[in-house]
């Protein structure tokens, strides 16, 4: 049996992923069809896998058996009164967008009662080679999506390809997303601006730097470095985000406000009353953290090793799955370098689990 699957906004970032992982588990029994703004980057994009462009939403739509919306979060709410009238009897609508509340309640409002409405969050980015292990959100409002054999069939899906599933509403799904996501984005971000604003160079601080400084700088450096768009809309678009901020900069204040006051007392006292209301998960957490720092420190030790010793190492880039041979000749805390070749290998390449040293 053979479905059709449009993708809207599919050309580019997590849609295009989404699009080459669903031809890569499903392609024999599936036609594809994705939609982008710009025509010449859309055409480029499915040709390049294999599936057929348009820039009509509503044409995508109206063959499709499963429609995936994929658009920014602040745009979700117009593709979805753009192509409701348009979605083809019986079949699935999923959004994949990180705030649920508002998504939702457009497509309750706006998608016929014969199309069966799956609102969905993947809990995580465009960058993996299977779900084993990753975690799918499903917010679905209607309690008879539970008994539907296409949901069913759906999180059957989700479970073989291995991710887990979390099954909750819209709105608590928004306000776990505002710590998960929102508080977690904001502190980030409140970071890098304050180094910008205080003028740091960045790179000298790795001199000096601990373990958990380079993953904690690594993360934030991370996030300013990719698209800010995504991010906007994470912050602005979860009406739950507003309280979790407020509570945010009271606890910055009162933390500063004890600094101030040098009172070695009540800042003891503060940590203590987090660390019991963490409870088991300080501890998990102390473990955790210890493990990235002794994985990142035996790859460090295999670098080096390889450098001393000048033999030809495999590495591997995590993110295209290319392999390469090089000679370490030296390290640095971001890369490693091959004089032979002239070039730097940034941290993206690993040494190759595959390989021997």
């Not at 069809?33 to 055409?43: I, S």
């Not at 205080?198 to 470095?225: D, K, Q």
Request: glycine share 6%; proline share 3%.
């Amino acid at each position: 049996m053979s479905y059709h699957v449009a993708i809207l906004w599919g050309s580019s970032g997590f849609g295009f992923w989404l699009a080459k992982f669903l031809l890569k588990h499903y392609g024999g029994g599936m036609r594809l069809m994705l939609t982008w703004r710009h025509a010449e980057r859309g055409t480029r994009a499915a040709a390049s896998i294999g599936a057929v462009y348009t820039s009509d939403n509503t044409k995508a739509v109206s063959d499709a058996d499963i429609t995936i919306i994929a658009v920014k979060i602040s745009c979700t709410g117009d593709v979805v009164r753009e192509i409701a009238p348009f979605l083809k009897k019986g079949s699935v609508l999923l959004d994949v967008t990180s705030v649920k509340m508002e998504p939702t309640n457009t497509m309750r409002e706006c998608v016929s009662e014969d199309v069966l409405v799956i609102p969905t969050h993947p809990m995580f980015g465009p960058y993996l080679e299977t779900l084993e292990g990753q975690m799918v959100v499903l917010t679905p409002y209607d309690d008879r999506v539970f008994a539907d054999a296409r949901y069913q069939w759906f999180k059957g899906e989700i479970k073989r390809l291995g991710a887990n599933i979390i099954e909750t509403t819209a709105e608590e799904h928004d306000t776990m997303m505002s710590i998960v996501q929102g508080m977690t984005h904001f502190s980030l971000f409140v970071m890098a601006e304050t180094i910008r604003r205080l003028g740091v160079n960045v790179r000298l601080t790795h001199g000096f730097s601990s373990p958990i400084y380079r993953i904690l700088i690594a993360m934030v450096e991370r996030y300013i470095h990719q698209k800010p768009e995504l991010y906007t809309d994470i912050q602005l678009e979860n009406p739950k985000n507003e309280q979790v901020y407020q509570a945010f900069l009271w606890s910055a204040a009162h933390f500063a406000e004890i600094v101030r006051r040098r009172d070695h007392h009540a800042f003891i006292e503060t940590v203590y009353d987090c660390k019991n209301f963490f409870w088991e998960e300080a501890e998990k957490g102390q473990e955790f953290t210890d493990k990235i720092i002794f994985l990142l420190s035996r790859e460090r030790e295999k670098l080096h090793r390889a450098m001393v010793s000048w033999a030809s190492t495999p590495i591997k880039n995590i993110h295209t799955n290319e392999t390469r041979t090089v000679r370490i000749t030296r390290i640095g805390s971001r890369s490693f370098f091959d004089e032979e070749k002239h070039q730097y290998f940034m941290r993206q390449w690993i040494l190759d689990p595959d390989g021997e040293i």
